[in-house]
């Protein structure tokens, strides 16, 4: 974000024309006078075809704070930042600036939690939702001898006891990494080739 915040920086970014924009804290962003919030949203966000904004804290300090983002992902929606602030908080005038609000608090809660559960993908904790979760079955996936590659993890292994004969045991993490790796890349394409079979049968995955 500190990056981002400057103006070259954001232009050549948007200039890379990437097709997703994934923010992460995403209530960085919550003050829309800041550099980041400005370069991100104005030059960044345009830029690209998708978006996601990930947030464990949406609302920090005053529920007008997620303005700046929910306006973005849900343009003209919410209206103006001070509609907004008026539907769902306590507006009171700034000391400070006459021109400017001060929001406490929150109003109209069951509303704006209706048009975010809607709206966007909420993460819940398992044991919110364990009880309308169907019954977990385990099932051993075996991987097709074209995804086997014996060879490969022989050598591997072979390699890892010369090491242990030898005592040059410093070689033997990077090798132990490498079969693992290729082990876990072994298993991606099957895998998604059972992941397939069964959302073509309909059978539901958690």
Same mark, same amino acid.
């Given at each position: 974000y500190t990056l981002a915040a400057k103006v070259p920086i954001a232009q050549f970014l948007a200039q890379q024309k990437f097709d997703i924009l =994934? *923010?992460? !804290?995403?209530?960085? *962003? @919550?003050?829309?006078?800041?550099?980041?919030?400005? @370069?991100i949203l104005k030059i960044i966000w345009p830029s690209? &075809?998708?978006?996601?904004? *990930?947030?464990?804290t949406p609302f920090l300090s005053s529920v007008v704070g997620a303005y700046p983002l929910f306006s973005r992902m849900m343009p003209g929606h919410f209206?103006?930042?001070? !509609?907004?602030?008026?539907? +769902?908080? &306590?507006? !009171?005038?700034?000391?400070? &600036?006459? +021109?400017?609000?001060i929001y406490k608090g929150i109003k109209n809660a069951e509303e704006l939690s209706s048009v975010i559960k809607k709206n966007f993908l909420i993460r819940y904790k398992k044991a919110d939702v364990l009880k309308d979760l169907p019954k977990t079955t385990w099932k051993n996936v075996y991987l097709d001898k074209k995804y086997s590659h014996k060879e490969y993890e022989r050598a591997i292994k072979q390699a890892v006891e010369q090491g242990l004969i030898t005592g040059d045991e410093r070689t033997i993490p990077?090798? =132990?990494?490498?079969?693992?790796?290729? @082990?876990?890349e072994l298993k991606i394409a099957p895998v998604a080739e059972y992941i397939e079979l069964l959302l073509e049968q309909e059978i539901p995955i958690v």
């Open positions: =994934i *923010l992460d !804290e995403a209530h960085f *962003l @919550q003050t829309k006078s800041s550099d980041r919030t400005k @370069q690209v &075809n998708k978006r996601i904004a *990930l947030s464990g209206g103006k930042e001070v !509609e907004f602030g008026a539907r +769902y908080s &306590n507006p !009171e005038p700034n000391p400070w &600036n006459p +021109y400017k609000f990077t090798h =132990i990494m490498s079969l693992r790796k290729f @082990q876990g």
